[in-house]
């Protein structure tokens, strides 16, 4: 990226990294690092609407965590509906006078398949859920690192030119 120092090419530089900012707010991370200290001057000064970017970044990680969560919880809904009418079409075989102690222990451990299925299904999903959680997590932390990051390193840049 260029960092000539004319007003016209730095404005183009601040506003060409905000516009990557809401776009993909960690392209604009890095790409912060590798400007002049007097644009990363200017995005300090802008540091209201960079934290509303950061803001964004954040609530959309957490919209997608909800989505995803939501998903897994409504897919794993429909199992445990499946095995509950399986069961129930078991107990009510189970009725039948005419079945023998064989056929009734075999419906039995039929009922108890459809309980070890549903016990298999959520805890996969419960796995599911916590690596999503730890992902979320780390994106989040990302994001402030990202964030802590930028301001420092501008911070840094701005009491470096005040010493020079």
Do not use: C, Y
Request: proline share 1%; net charge negative.
């Amino acid at each position: 990226m260029a960092t000539q120092t004319d007003d016209g090419s730095t404005s183009r530089e601040v506003n060409s990294l905000r516009k990557l900012a809401s776009t993909n707010f960690t392209k604009f991370a890095v790409q912060v690092q590798h400007v002049s200290a007097e644009v990363q001057m200017k995005i300090i000064e802008q540091l209201p609407e960079f934290k509303k970017l950061a803001t964004e970044a954040i609530e959309k990680l957490g919209n997608a965590h909800e989505t995803t969560m939501h998903s897994i919880e409504h897919s794993e809904d429909h199992v445990h509906q499946g095995a509950k009418e399986w069961r129930d079409a078991l107990i009510a075989m189970l009725d039948d006078p005419s079945l023998t102690l064989e056929e009734k222990l075999r419906i039995t451990a039929q009922i108890g398949e459809t309980v070890r299925i549903q016990k298999e299904v959520h805890a996969e999903n419960n796995k599911a859920k916590a690596a999503l959680f730890a992902k979320t997590a780390l994106s989040v932390v990302g994001v402030a690192g990202i964030i802590v990051v930028a301001i420092t390193g501008g911070k840094f840049g701005m009491d470096q030119g005040e010493d020079a």
